[in-house]
């Protein structure tokens, strides 16, 4: 019997919990949007969140934002990256990483990936050695960590700022430490897709005083910087606030507001995340063309994606397999595409950056497939998906065939 097709949504993110909706609208109802628009004695939501994510977080600081890629852009600026600097960045990522590098006018120089989808280390250092670059925006993508204990120390040793693209990995761990807590800065999505859901927006934490002042005059706080939740003392700003520029790209009430329950749920949805990917993981080892990311023990994932390569698979296999599925309601991501599809881009589209070679990562991307798991998925739905995706590749490769 033919397996049925999938009808579920990949796109399709749960509602916003009914204790975000209330707040939001609480916040609607006081008139009061702009985070410095405060009742005497009142607290802002933007403060609240802060406060609540960098405890959370277990960071000193956390700044409100309106974008992740506003917290790269800051965070980048914050860090002393100025016009005609190189960047290092991981080629493996998504368009706002060598956006927010573009943006404060920086060059991005992308370094390879391995076949675990992570920052090759080898490459890094040649990179770093022949750019001059003194900053490393590394960007988790997909959420697959590297080894951080060795990247740390290869930064040190490098003398690299070490700025952490945390979108795919806001809750994950490297031997028991956050990510985002590595470097001088973390930077977090709470876009629709991300692990927290406020339509657009973002948190950038640190530990650093001097830089999180920087940070926070630039994200567009006027004069009013003691009205953060987890920021440095005004003394911090005595002089950064007339150095520093107001960029505006502030966090708003209405969106701190319903980010507060679902920080308080977030570990609950990683669990579900997890059992969700690891599911589909489980039934995609069984099939030998298929090949997993390694994911080594001291990582503790957040599953909210899942990806695979069928190393076999030339051009026209990869095209069919995504159009077979794409039939039964399976909608896969392919990084091997020429021209940009939807979301997904690589290097080759990012013309603004000057044309490197990339050769290895090139070959990675070639094969590799991509999926989101939103949480609207049930198990049920997960295990059909890993029925369909094992059917059409083996039947595509069939001298894997079981
Ligand atoms: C989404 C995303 C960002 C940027 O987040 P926005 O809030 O959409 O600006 C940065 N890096 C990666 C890897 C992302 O997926």
């Not at 701190?256 to 920080?263: D, G, S």
Request: charged share 20%; net charge negative.
């Amino acid at each position: 019997m033919p397996l049925p097709s999938f009808t579920g949504s990949f796109t399709q993110q749960p509602p916003i919990p009914d204790a975000g909706i209330e707040a939001a609208v609480a916040v609607m109802r006081s008139g009061r949007l702009h985070r410095y628009n405060m009742a005497p004695g009142e607290d802002s939501e933007a403060m609240a969140l802060e406060r609540a994510y960098a405890s959370w977080q277990g960071a000193r600081y956390c700044l409100a934002v309106a974008s992740g890629g506003q917290a790269m852009q800051i965070a980048l600026r914050a860090a002393g990256v100025a016009p005609g600097d190189a960047v290092l960045t991981n080629a493996f990522t998504l368009a706002p990483v060598p956006g927010a590098v573009a943006a404060v006018g920086g060059q991005p120089v992308f370094v390879e990936i391995t076949g675990d989808l992570v920052i090759d280390f080898d490459d890094l250092l040649r990179k770093a050695e022949g750019s001059g670059a003194r900053v490393l925006l590394l960007s988790h993508m997909r959420g697959h960590l590297c080894d951080m204990d060795r990247l740390t120390r290869l930064a040190a040793d490098l003398r690299l700022t070490v700025i952490e693209d945390c979108a795919h990995t806001m809750g994950a761990l490297w031997n028991g430490r956050r990510s985002g807590n590595f470097g001088l800065a973390g930077c977090f999505s709470t876009q629709t897709y991300k692990h927290m859901n406020s339509g657009e927006g973002g948190l950038l934490t640190s530990d650093d005083a001097d830089f999180m002042a920087r940070a926070t005059i630039l994200s567009g706080s006027y004069m009013l910087y003691a009205r953060h939740g987890a920021g440095p003392d005004p003394r911090m700003f005595d002089q950064i606030r007339l150095e520093t520029p107001n960029t505006s790209a502030r966090m708003d009430n209405v969106r701190a507001a319903m980010l507060l329950p679902q920080l308080a749920a977030l570990d609950t949805s990683i669990a579900a995340w997890n059992e969700r990917h690891d599911l589909i993981a489980a039934s995609l080892a069984r099939c030998p063309a298929i090949v997993l990311p390694n994911r080594p023990a001291a990582e503790r994932y957040v599953g909210s994606s899942l990806q695979f390569r069928v190393p076999d698979f030339d051009e026209s296999q990869a095209r069919e397999l995504l159009a077979r599925l794409a039939a039964v309601g399976v909608e896969l991501k392919w990084f091997g595409a020429a021209q940009p599809v939807g979301f997904t881009s690589t290097h080759k589209s990012w013309r603004y950056a000057r044309a490197q070679g990339l050769p290895r990562t090139d070959s990675i991307l070639s094969t590799l497939f991509d999926m989101r798991l939103p949480l609207t998925f049930s198990l049920d739905d997960c295990a059909l998906i890993g029925e369909h995706i094992v059917a059409e590749v083996s039947a595509l490769a069939p001298r894997h065939a079981a």
